[in-house]
DNA sequence: AGCCTCCTGTTGCCTAGACAACAGAGAGGC
DNA sequence: GCCTCTCTGTTGTCTAGGCAACAGGAGGCT
């Protein structure tokens, strides 16, 4: 079973991983989630994950190195997956994929906060960060494919990396939607506030990256 | 790993069983009662069943010989579990009790029978004779701790053995829930048919066993 | 008939995971 | 102070479970 970090246990050979592996890390964060409509995150100890997930403290600690490492993966996953079923089958820089993106990032973020009991307020950066990451990694897979990626360059003399575009769409879109779930009175709906982040973006980008007129 | 059939697997030292092995025989059953919700049991092969539960399908003979066998233990601890929380702590032969025990078997079959698919037909007679076999154990421990057992002998020259009045009772509780839930129209509530069935064994039984008088 | 495909049981070898036992770090309690 | 908890990481040993490969059965197709 060997230690924790290193190579991530029971892959071997390219992409397959053994069942086990696959069955106990989705039930330590099945575990996680149904812990986390009781308590709050600080009080969750690696014994209640554990337990609640039927397996033994030790492998616990050969999955993940602690909680947070297990709870950031649980972002990472189900945010990614929550995303792509939302998007079409191939999104890319379009309008319409960047509008069902950013949408479903303000749907996630508030079932996240209705779903958690008191949030914490230790479990919330963590998710945040997972959040933001998995958002620019999208990005930057859009932006790469992008056929006018080549032409961002021409309109200034510095030109803009595709990383950095990445990271401050994601932010943009990803705080806006954490301050909005955090907010309780006279909140616009998710469709409301994604259709303004998207015409900002929309108008943000269009000499930068062009291709999202409608 | 061993055969199949022997001795329980993993149960080396009295009542404690492996988590492993906790976890694999949960994840069998309710890869099963997932599958029937959409298809018969008929048309479901032990390799869905594994593939499901995320199971080897060599470890799925490891702990049920075939389908058949898992599906028996499904509903035996499914009915059990549905019964005991629905009585009282320290359930016994008293009216009350009894009340609770019927009603816990009209709404078991009632709700099974919309629950799985087609059914199949196969299916049925295998769930049947599960609830029954549980139906009477729970009885005959009933029966054993009433205090005027003894005096049940007293009336009739034969005297009446306690397995025999469980076997009795089991099969007219069980039976008239199975004919009722199959029922399309015209259909008594689970409490009213309850209740007619409570009346006549309390009826039945009152010279045989006594202590069910209101 | 033959061939193909899918499912069934069963085998031996290898690894993920269980468990006991450890040392260490807090957090109270008195 | 010291003592008792509870939780954390880590180690070595043993076992449940994964996997490949087998032989055999039950359709279905031409």
């Known amino acids: 079973m060997s230690t924790a970090e290193g190579q991530p246990l029971g892959e071997s050979a390219g992409g397959h991983v053994d069942p086990r592996v696959r069955r106990t890390r989705r039930l330590l964060q099945q575990a996680l989630l149904e812990l986390l409509q009781e308590k709050s995150f600080a009080d969750i100890s690696i014994q209640d994950i554990a337990e609640r997930a039927t397996v033994n403290r030790t492998t616990f600690y050969a999955h993940f190195g602690d909680k947070y490492a297990l709870a950031d993966a649980v972002i990472h996953e189900r945010f990614l997956e929550a995303v792509t079923s939302k998007l079409p089958a191939t999104p890319g820089w379009q309008l319409e994929s960047l509008r069902l993106l950013i949408s479903a990032v303000f749907e996630f973020l508030g079932g996240l906060h209705e779903y958690c009991s008191p949030a914490g307020g230790q479990f919330d950066p963590l998710m945040e960060r997972a959040v933001q990451q998995e958002l620019a990694r999208i990005l930057l897979q859009w932006l790469r494919q992008a056929p006018a990626s080549s032409s961002a360059h021409r309109w200034s003399s510095r030109p803009v990396p595709l990383e950095t575009l990445a990271e401050v769409m994601s932010w943009a879109i990803f705080g806006c ?38």
């Open 177 to 214: 939607a954490a301050q909005w779930s955090k907010r309780e009175e006279g909140k616009l709906t998710a469709g409301e506030m994604s259709e303004l982040v998207l015409r900002i973006l929309v108008e943000g980008t269009r000499r930068l990256v062009p291709g999202l007129e409608e």
